[in-house]
């Protein structure tokens, strides 16, 4: 069993819609990620957490705005998202950045845009 | 830009049999190299680690490879086991940041 938990697994929402992602972990990561995978594609990185600080932003669009509450949680909140948004979110914890570390993958939040 | 390209999209092969699996990439060598199992619906899990200066890594039936010459590294399943059908990644990490960067992906399927 995975130890980073996603909440959702799936969301269906309009494109007025605002919903939220969730994700915790309790393995004392300081460093956190979201990931978005389409469909027999990899996952592409969207963002990077590292102590409670965003460090990386992948040029994701606005309509996507990450907060990390503290060092347990990071969430993805969702507004005004597109059909082509639809994707499975992925949350992932590795131990600090700058060290090999693998990274630890939650089952995903599979979006739905309508 | 650096590209990790994973050569087969989809390898099947005969159970009992080794599964090679490729991963190229351009540009400079990564200071870690990781492999991933994917399964349909669910999350990456990590397999293997290799830093650029090891040649080798063995876990149990698995077996990576790192030529940082050649810009390739080699994952074989050895005695491979229908339950090892999924989708394998490999993933790069730089020493200079903090990122990621997953290959495209090889689909394999071991029949029975």
């Known amino acids: 069993d995975t130890e980073v938990t996603q909440t959702p697994k799936h969301l269906v929402m309009g494109m007025t819609n605002k919903k939220s992602l969730k994700c915790e972990q309790h393995m004392g990561h300081r460093a956190m990620y979201w990931y978005k995978q389409k469909a027999k594609k990899p996952p592409e990185l969207m963002f990077v957490y590292s102590y409670e600080k965003l460090s990386i932003n992948e040029s994701v669009p606005s309509r996507f705005s990450p907060e990390c509450p503290n060092s347990s949680l990071l969430n993805l909140h969702l507004h005004a998202l597109q059909p082509e948004d639809s994707a499975l979110y992925l949350c992932?914890?590795?131990?600090?950045?700058?060290?090999?570390?693998?990274?630890?993958f939650g089952e995903g939040s599979r979006l739905t845009v309508l | 830009s650096q590209k990790i390209e994973q050569n087969s999209e989809a390898l099947n092969i005969q159970e009992g049999k080794t599964a090679t699996l490729t991963c190229n990439y351009t540009?400079?060598?990564?200071?870690?190299l990781q492999w991933y199992r994917q399964d349909p619906g669910r999350g990456p899990v990590f397999l293997l680690l290799i830093r650029e200066n090891e040649k080798e890594k063995r876990k149990e039936r698995l077996k990576v490879t790192f030529d940082t010459t050649l810009k390739q590294s080699l994952f074989h399943i050895t005695a491979s086991q229908p339950a090892d059908s999924a989708t394998y990644l490999c993933?790069?990490?730089?020493?200079?940041?903090?990122?990621?960067?997953f290959g495209s992906g090889t689909r394999l399927s071991i029949r029975p």
């Open positions: 540009n400079y060598s990564p200071a870690y």
């Open positions: 992932a914890s590795s131990q600090v950045t700058g060290l090999a570390g693998e990274l630890f």
């Open positions: 993933a790069l990490r730089y020493s200079s940041a903090s990122k990621i960067i």
